[in-house]
């Protein structure tokens, strides 16, 4: 296997899947989010399959609307506690956490992280956010969420900052003599003393350097702030492209911009989210991607009660008022997207050739989408049904076979589109055993995924040097912290 | 309170998991683990030792400050790993035994702290533990953006309000709102999950929680302290006080006061148990157990000798008791004990063992047996959550003892088929 053509594969863990009715589909899981044998499960089936990484995601708020379009989300366990927990019922696969800069400490994520990463010998990463709900604010006690270049001034800031506190133990300040009695050496051990903008933090951790040196960062985004971040700070990019152009686009964006701060643009990996809806056959899978969706509620489903401007019920009566649904599950919604009305069609009804012209190039991508998955074309046998479904159930799906979906991500890898994947599941945990029943071997047949880990660390499985320390001694900006220097 | 059928008031035993142990020279004595600090198997292992003896708990401390001037004094205290990812490594390696975190308000928020509880309630199935500190440390201001450290009535008056917000969120999801209903396609019961609308001095804070309700409702909260405020505290809101008394007629004054105050609070005197620490050196016999003292005594830097020890005073043979803790035989370290339960000083104790693991085991071995032989410690865990081994009943959630109740509230949605077709 050619290491430099070969994938990495993450895993992001949705306790009921990618698809909004996932939890729904026959023998599919739905209410075993909070049971750690549960998720223990299934990172060690994916860690059983080689994969580089269980990512866990995180939101700093929930909100009635999830319900319909995403139930994993509504409550979950926090990621830490998840990792830290995982890091006994594993051995091998890196551990990704979500942490969000605008509603935390550096000092206790520098901490929470640098722990995880002792705990799990190396295998713990730090998926770094700036907050994709609003609603956070009002939860900690903030006027506003902020707009994203305050929030990225304040991430910039902060990462860089929790590098540096990892690096404030070098290696080898444990002496720990028996005989002499000498258990530290204080010259080893470095204050920070870091003024900033939004942060002054004296230093150092309480904690001995990670394992990895540094644990691996992960950042995700298209905006220019987030672009420059990832290409600054990021080991490992989760993209969000869903095209082999977008993707060639993005990756080449990110790899100019890390070369432009002198890094090495090779060690910055570019994985996109991917969920394959993978069948035995193509007709299969299409069988199953047609059935999941005929258990999404769509807005003509429901009856709407009072709810209150925070949108959580109030005691009225329970009425129809479609203004407070989750608004985009439905004609009008979809009418939008397309850039032409289509309130009057029936949803049984096929598309024809002229509303596919008529439509907007955002729309002709949604119709082309829906046609794609379904492997129903226009003016024949695709419906506004099926646009619908694609238009509620968006992001990068792929529905095929194995050889299909093995086709898929390799002509992504060959075309410079990604280094690899972060593969979700529709519902659990029938897709994913089908995955990785059916897709990983044909990948690893075709010698495009490893059958075993080489290394030990995470930064092993993605081929990932271990940095050296910003501060050595002599070398930092900061003054050697008073009690250390007289240890 | 035992598995024997007796009524008999037993004790509640945690242990203070320092890992080069709770001496300064701990991490010297001869087969003890000087690197065990990160090595999260060695922990697992001393957390099952304690577990097969049917702790109550084990008990991980956290600073937010370090200084290497520690390793001469408390090297257990200068690094180790941050409390909640430790605990929920613990909690995949045991199966019964509660798992004691602390956190400083003084430096987080709210809502991110009752997730890591909650969550770590879940993950342990309803072993969690909050021990609340709120940071004596003027230095860790400086590891937070603070110009300044706060002094004990701000941190309270910040502590105070932090709890409540804590607890409202953790009933913010009744029981059963997730109701995971497929044919109706509703996953969760709307009208069961509520925000708080905390707006205090503060704190801001609308919520619902992103977790479910923990296991235990609320998760076991832990205090200590001696101030008037922090008494307060811990009165109204602490399920377990840990003590710092080290001679037993304090102990006494103290116990009466904390039990007297949540009285104040309409507490029973059983809803809060009091438990000192304490420092155990035992082995078969006294002799022995002091030579371990004066072994281990021996071992500490020069500047940090007791003066009888410094002197030579090695091999003295009958038991110690001082500021330090008890050395002696299992009889002896028992009577200490019982003594001080049965005479209004503790309900039980948070064990420091000196050095790691061997002092530990050997409170395991002679002690717990010989308490258990007396009646005064259990025999098999009774339960499997914290608060069954405290015998605390699990609490009602405010939401749900609304006038309304949540079985009468309106839910907002009802999808009127079973799925569009």
Request: charged share 25%.
């Amino acid at each position: 296997m050619d290491a430099d053509r070969s994938l990495h594969l993450g895993y992001m863990y949705w306790a009921n899947g990618t698809h909004p009715a996932g939890w729904r589909y026959p023998g599919a899981t739905g209410d075993r989010a909070f049971d750690p044998d549960y998720i223990a499960g299934i990172a060690r089936a994916v860690e059983d399959a080689s994969f580089d990484f269980f990512f866990l995601g995180d939101r700093l708020a929930t909100g009635p609307e999830y319900q319909f379009t995403n139930t994993s989300v509504l409550a979950r366990p926090e990621p830490f506690t998840i990792a830290g927990y995982l890091a006994t019922r594993t051995s091998r696969i890196g551990l990704v956490v979500t942490a969000n800069t605008t509603y935390s400490e550096p000092f206790n994520i520098a901490r929470l992280t640098a722990s995880l990463d002792h705990i799990t010998a190396g295998r713990a990463s730090w998926n770094v956010v700036t907050g994709a709900d609003p609603r956070a604010a009002a939860n900690y006690s903030r006027p506003e969420h902020g707009d994203a270049d305050a929030r990225y001034d304040r991430a910039d800031e902060f990462v860089s900052l929790v590098r540096h506190l990892w690096d404030t133990w070098e290696d080898g300040a444990f002496v720990r003599n028996k005989e002499t009695g000498e258990f530290v050496d204080g010259g080893k051990i470095h204050a920070l003393n870091h003024v900033g903008a939004s942060f002054q933090v004296r230093g150092p951790l309480n904690l001995s350097r990670p394992p990895q040196g540094h644990p691996v960062v992960v950042h995700a985004g298209t905006s220019e702030r987030s672009r420059a971040l990832a290409a600054r700070e990021a080991d490992v990019v989760f993209g969000a492209a869903a095209s082999v152009p977008d993707g060639v686009a993005y990756a080449a964006d990110l790899r100019a911009r890390a070369a432009a701060v002198g890094r090495d643009p090779a060690r910055l990996l570019v994985l996109p989210g991917l969920t394959p809806l993978v069948g035995g056959t193509p007709d299969e899978a299409r069988a199953i991607y047609d059935q999941l969706n005929e258990l999404i509620v769509l807005d003509e489903d429901i009856r709407f009660g009072g709810a209150g401007p925070d949108g959580w019920p109030t005691a009225e009566p329970p009425v129809r008022r479609e203004d407070q649904g989750p608004g985009r599950r439905n004609l009008g919604a979809l009418s939008q997207r397309l850039g032409l009305d289509v309130t009057a069609a029936a949803l049984s009804g096929v598309v024809s050739d002229a509303v596919v012209q008529a439509a907007s190039p955002s729309g002709q991508q949604l119709i082309r989408t829906a046609a794609r998955r379904t492997g129903r074309v226009p003016a024949q046998n695709l419906t506004w049904r099926d646009v619908m479904y694609a238009h509620v159930w968006g992001g990068h799906v792929v529905v095929g076979g194995p050889a299909e979906v093995a086709d898929y991500m390799e002509r992504w890898l060959r075309a410079g589109a990604c280094d690899g994947f972060i593969i979700q599941s529709a519902f659990l945990v029938g897709q994913l055993e089908q995955f990785i029943a059916l897709v990983v071997p044909e990948l690893r047949s075709r010698g495009l995924f490893r059958s075993e880990y080489a290394g030990r660390t995470l930064r092993d499985h993605l081929g990932l040097p271990r940095p050296p320390s910003t501060l050595t001694a002599g070398q930092h900006a900061g003054a050697v912290h008073p009690a250390g220097a007289t240890a | 309170m035992t598995g024997n059928g007796s009524t008999r008031r037993e004790m509640h035993l945690g242990l203070m998991f320092w890992a080069t142990g709770t001496h300064a020279a701990g991490w010297r004595y001869p087969g003890s683990r000087a690197d065990g600090a990160y090595d999260i198997g060695f922990i697992q292992d001393v957390t099952r030792l304690v577990e097969r003896a049917k702790f109550d708990f084990l008990f991980l401390g956290d600073r937010l400050v370090t200084d290497p001037a520690l390793a001469k004094t408390n090297p257990a205290q200068m690094s180790r790993l941050e409390p909640f990812t430790a605990g929920a490594a613990i909690a995949a390696a045991t199966s019964k035994i509660g798992i004691v975190v602390t956190a400083n308000p003084t430096y987080y928020d709210p809502y991110n702290l009752a997730r890591l509880l909650a969550s770590l309630d879940h993950l342990s199935r309803g072993r969690a533990s909050w021990n609340l500190v709120t940071g004596a440390d003027a230095l860790a201001a400086a590891n937070f953006s603070r110009a300044e450290h706060w002094d004990t009535e701000k941190r309270y008056d910040w502590a105070d309000e932090f709890v409540d917000v804590v607890r409202a969120l953790w009933d913010s999801w009744e029981d059963g709102a997730l109701i995971r209903d497929r044919r109706r396609g509703l996953f969760v019961d709307e009208a069961r999950i509520h925000p708080v609308n905390h707006h205090g001095r503060y704190f801001d804070v609308t919520g619902p929680l992103n977790v479910a309700r923990p296991p235990q409702g609320q998760v076991v909260l832990l205090h200590a302290g001696t101030s008037d405020r922090s008494r307060e505290l811990g009165a109204r809101e602490a399920d377990v006080i840990f003590a710092g008394s080290h001679e037993i007629t304090s102990g006494r004054e103290y116990y009466a006061d904390i039990k007297q105050r949540a009285a104040a609070y309409g507490r029973s005197a059983d809803d809060i148990q009091i438990l000192p620490g304490l420092s155990v050196i035992v082995a078969e016999t006294t002799r022995e157990a002091v030579a371990i003292r004066d072994r281990l005594d021996s071992l500490l830097p020069e500047v940090e000798r007791k003066p009888d020890v410094r002197a030579g005073a090695l091999g003295q043979a009958t038991r110690r008791r001082d500021e330090w803790g008890i050395t002696g035989n299992p009889v002896e370290v028992a009577d200490y004990m019982q003594e001080w339960f049965e005479t209004g000083a503790a309900d039980g104790f948070n064990i420091f063992p000196p050095f790691v693991p061997g002092a530990v085991e050997a409170v395991t071995e002679l002690v717990v047996p010989e308490l258990q032989r007396r009646g005064l410690y259990r025999r098999e865990y009774s339960g499997g959550t914290f608060r069954d081994h405290l015998g605390l009943a699990r609490p009602r959630n405010r939401f749900e003892s609304a006038a309304t109740g949540s079985q009468a509230a309106p839910s907002r949605l009802a999808p009127a088929a079973a799925a569009n077709s």
